[in-house]
């Protein structure tokens, strides 16, 4: 099966000569439709950079970062954000969501960025966050929704349109114990309706949830298994 994210032999180095810093070194990395993927390890170990390039956020100082068929590397800067909004999902522990617009409204955003007309946009945001459960809350503002919601509603707008790889950097941070279980749970649930996810934590329970846990120190793969089930 032809992954949706593939690194290979990637490294990243920030800074130079005797002040540079190798966030990442030769990673490999391959992630398939249908595949979650958790990365865990210590503070500094590179997680948050793997995700960076993963996304196209960071470029890599070596090796190829190949998302959905495109090496991100040949793409200029405008062609690089285009495939970002059309196929690349982020959900962050900061979820970025505008307090001046309704949920419905943060979710048809990219799509109208894109150029998509406003009513289908408003559709396919109402199609989005049906599937997490919140078509009743679609005109609430970010500040009327609990934690769990609002992160609910960064997942629809991370997997509204054709997003086809899902990056989640410690999403369930700021939540207790059960609205993260069901964050992650949508997240696993979406992996499983065929889009790729990449999710860092730190917490193994959290990991448990995926189909393969990889271990980073050091900006290195250290380890790598999978997970039984891919359930909590």
């Known amino acids: 099966m032809t992954a949706v994210l593939e690194l290979d032999q990637v490294a990243r180095v920030y800074g130079d000569g005797r ?6 070194d030769g990673v490999s990395l391959r992630v398939a439709p249908g595949e979650l ?3 865990m ?3 500094g170990s590179g997680k948050s950079t793997l995700l960076n390039l993963a996304g196209g956020l960071d470029r890599p100082t070596t090796g190829r970062v190949v ?5 991100l590397g040949r793409l200029d800067r405008r062609r690089l954000a285009a495939l970002r909004r059309r196929r690349v999902g982020y959900v962050f522990q900061d979820l970025n969501l505008l307090p001046g617009l309704t949920a419905v409204e943060n979710v048809a955003l990219p799509g109208e960025l894109d150029g998509v007309g406003t009513r289908q946009a408003r559709a396919e945001a109402l199609a989005a966050l049906d599937q997490v459960g919140l078509a009743d809350r679609a005109g609430a503002f970010p500040d009327q929704l ?11 707008r991370a997997v509204v349109g054709q997003r086809v790889l899902l990056l989640a950097d410690e999403p369930t941070g700021a ?10 749970e949508l997240l696993r649930a979406r992996c499983e309706a065929g889009i790729a996810g990449v ?5 193994a329970r959290y990991a448990a949830i995926a ?3 990889v271990f980073l120190a050091d900006g290195r793969v250290v380890d790598q298994t999978t997970v039984a089930g891919g359930v909590v």
């Open 41 to 43: 390890g210590p503070s």
């Open 199 to 203: 999710l860092v934590t730190h917490e």
């Open 67 to 71: 998302v959905d068929g495109t090496e």
């Open 146 to 156: 609990s934690g769990g919601e609002r992160q609910r509603v960064a997942i629809a």
């Open 175 to 184: 939540l207790d114990s059960l609205a993260g279980e069901a964050v992650l």
């Open 37 to 39: 993927v958790a990365v």
């Open 211 to 213: 189909d393969r846990v």
């Open 19 to 24: 002040t540079a810093v190798q966030a990442l």
